[in-house]
């Protein structure tokens, strides 16, 4: 079933990050509503997980319910990708990333991959689909978090430090 996807900072304004959207975790009730009311699909990926490339792959196979081929390589995941769009053609689907903070900071280069490798899909970047293929998924993903990086809902991130300008 297709499903109009929803404006995204129509629905949380208090968003100012994206297309990578970023969600502190006391907003996390707020996009857990959101969700819920636009009838995503939920894909939640652990950042505490993912403590190395091999254990981010381990847990990008576990969300997305992955074929059990998939190996621990961008290749493979955008082949098992794939798969998961032609099972779930057509649908509105939401990556909730929480501690995603935690994986920037155990695996940082293994989490920008990620974040890019999830993007990618966000515009529909599936190399292992064919060309004219007509399969899609509308995908948002939304990296959860805590500190100033993360956007809530007061309009900065909540617990954000005070600025000293030095005077």
């Known amino acids: 079933m297709t499903r109009r996807r929803p404006w995204v900072r129509g629905g949380l304004p208090f968003l100012r990050s994206g297309p990578l959207w970023r969600v502190h975790t006391k907003a996390l009730p707020r996009l ?9 699909r939920r894909i939640e990926l652990d950042g505490r997980r993912m403590t190395s490339r091999d254990a981010a792959h ?5 969300a997305f319910e992955l074929p059990e081929w998939c190996g621990a390589n961008w290749d493979a995941f955008d082949d098992g990708l794939g798969h ?12 909730v990333w929480l501690h995603a903070d935690e994986a920037a900071r155990l695996a940082p280069a293994t989490a920008v991959e990620v974040g890019w490798a999830l993007l990618l899909c966000t515009t529909g970047g599936m190399p292992s689909l064919p060309t004219r ?7 948002d993903v939304f990296a959860v978090g805590d500190g100033p990086d ?3 809902p007061d309009g900065d991130a909540p617990d954000a430090p005070a600025h000293d300008d030095g005077s």
């Open 58 to 62: 381990a847990e990008l196979k576990r």
């Open 133 to 139: 293929s007509t399969l899609h998924v509308d995908l």
């Open 150 to 152: 993360f956007d809530g």
């Open 32 to 40: 857990d509503e959101f969700v819920a009311q636009h009838g995503y």
């Open 84 to 95: 998961f769009v032609s099972a779930h053609d057509g649908e509105l689907v939401a990556v």
